[in-house]
């Protein structure tokens, strides 16, 4: 069946650095979506980004998906930014998502 | 803006007994309603989507059963029986099913085995 890796499974920064976080997987069909958690449970999406470069923010995710990848970069980060961020696909004519098993950040002030 | 009310929040599930978790729905822009859960390993899995009311479906995974009902438009449901593990079931929504649309998350229910 399809499958998420992501990397790395935990980062800790210090406040004001940058982290990059890869998520790849197994299928070239895919609508790939960024999601963060915050440390009491609520689940956001950060961006749905299928392919090419979007930015919010201090965020930007960039697709390859011929490439079966996605990165998102955290730039200058914060303490606010502590959380579990998780990557997903979908399943080509299903409603099924496949979730990545996340990646943890710890920012330190 | 929330889209979604879960409830209950929380639950001390008795080892054996079934509990009954409710999503309410609040944009009728997004229609597809699923249920999501979350282990205690923080691993997410979706379990089902559904469109219309009257849609039942049912699954067991390792540590729970599930039957999920979309009982209205603006309502879906899931019974959960046998966990032998506490989880956290998420409802979401969408557009137009998963193709092309945002996932949005409900704040979760989260269900601990006692």
């Known amino acids: 069946g399809q499958q998420v890796q992501q990397s790395p499974a935990s980062l800790v920064l210090q406040e004001g650095e940058n982290a990059e976080l890869q998520c790849n997987f197994s299928?070239?069909?895919?609508?790939l979506q960024w999601f963060y958690q915050h440390p009491g449970g609520r689940l956001v999406s950060l961006f749905y980004n299928p392919s090419g470069t979007k930015h919010t923010g201090r965020l930007t995710s960039t697709t390859v998906t011929n490439e079966r990848r996605s990165s998102l970069h955290i730039s200058s980060s914060q303490t606010t930014d502590s959380g579990t961020y998780f990557c997903a696909i979908s399943v080509s004519n299903t409603n099924k998502v496949v979730f990545g098993t996340g990646t943890r950040l710890q920012v330190l002030p | 803006v929330t889209l979604l009310e879960q409830n209950p929040r929380w639950r001390l599930v008795p080892r054996g007994q079934a509990v009954n978790l409710r999503c309410i729905l609040k944009n009728s822009q997004y229609p597809w309603m699923s249920w999501y859960q979350q282990d205690l390993q923080k691993q997410l899995q979706w379990l089902f989507t559904l469109r219309s009311p009257g849609d039942k479906e049912v699954k067991s995974l390792p540590g729970a059963d599930y039957l999920a009902t979309r009982v209205t438009d603006t309502e879906l449901r899931l019974q959960v029986a046998n966990m032998s593990q506490g989880r956290t079931l998420y409802c979401t929504c969408?557009?137009?099913?998963?193709?092309?649309?945002?996932?949005?998350f409900g704040e979760g229910s989260r269900l601990i085995v006692v």
């Open positions: 969408s557009g137009q099913g998963y193709s092309g649309n945002t996932l949005y």
């Open positions: 299928s070239t069909a895919t609508r």
